[in-house]
């Protein structure tokens, strides 16, 4: 009986359709955020390291690096992603699709990756760094061995910001043919009009977020108790 009432209520629901799509977003999630943290943890270092009374001072790197970050981070992402299209064909041959929005999703989330990274490493206690300094550590002993183990959990913290907000990112996608659950809530949800297949991608995202966010406080937890 209550598989007959399911049956009528989800009418439009394809359900290998809706398990094809949900792995295309984790596929989208889990290289967006691997490459926006192996981008955005050296990007958020040399913006820390080059500030003002800092190991390797720069103002005028810092000041280039940092209008950089705020320009990408200033362009809506629907915008990236038009943008992106003909240097992601010429990079992957295609611009459509869970690998072509691959891309435009690093460009659109690095960027505000690498600003958590760096307001995490200024709350580093100076006197650590002055410390280590006065003990003759190098700048990559001084970066190894304190600045990276002590902002490590909020390291983690960030990437499952960066993450949920990835799953944003990865729902816009679907506008511009980019797969996954969210170009079927627009293709079929909102083209369509057909409501169960929106409300059903609407509950799987909130369960990937909130998957996400567990995820990520768990493993903090963890880590802040060693």
């Given at each position: 009986m209550s598989l007959a009432i399911m049956n009528d209520l989800?009418?439009?629901?394809?359900?290998?359709?809706?398990?094809?799509?949900?792995?295309?977003t984790m596929f989208m999630l889990g290289f967006s955020v691997l490459f926006s943290t192996l981008i955005g943890i050296p990007v958020g270092l040399i913006l820390f390291l080059t500030?003002?009374?800092?190991?390797?001072?720069?103002?005028?790197?810092?000041?280039?690096?940092?209008?950089?970050?705020?320009v990408l981070r200033s362009i809506p992402f629907i915008i990236l992603l038009?943008?992106?299209?003909?240097?992601?064909?010429?990079?992957?041959?295609?611009?459509?699709?869970?690998?072509?929005?691959?891309?435009?999703?690093?460009?659109?989330?690095?960027?505000?990756?690498?600003?958590?990274?760096?307001?995490?490493?200024?709350?580093?206690d100076r006197g650590i760094?002055?410390?280590?300094?006065?003990?003759?550590?190098?700048?990559?002993?001084?970066?190894?061995?304190?600045l990276l183990p002590e902002v490590l959990p909020a390291i983690i913290a960030s990437i499952t910001v960066t993450a949920i907000a990835l799953v944003s990112y990865t729902a816009m996608a679907g506008a511009v043919g980019g797969g996954g659950l969210g170009d079927l809530a627009i293709r079929y949800g909102y083209q369509r009009f057909q409501t169960d297949v929106m409300l059903v991608t609407v509950v799987l995202m909130i369960i990937l977020v909130q998957a996400i966010q567990m995820l990520g406080d768990f493993i903090v937890k963890i880590m802040r108790k060693k």
């Open positions: 989800f009418t439009n629901i394809d359900w290998s359709e809706i398990s094809d799509a949900s792995v295309d500030g003002k009374d800092n190991l390797l001072e720069n103002k005028y790197i810092h000041n280039i690096l940092s209008f950089i970050i705020n038009i943008m992106m299209i003909p240097l992601t064909s010429m990079l992957l041959g295609t611009s459509l699709g869970a690998k072509g929005t691959i891309p435009p999703l690093v460009m659109g989330a690095f960027p505000f990756f690498a600003r958590l990274v760096e307001n995490a490493l200024k709350e580093i760094l002055s410390m280590a300094e006065s003990c003759g550590a190098t700048t990559w002993q001084i970066i190894w061995h304190i």
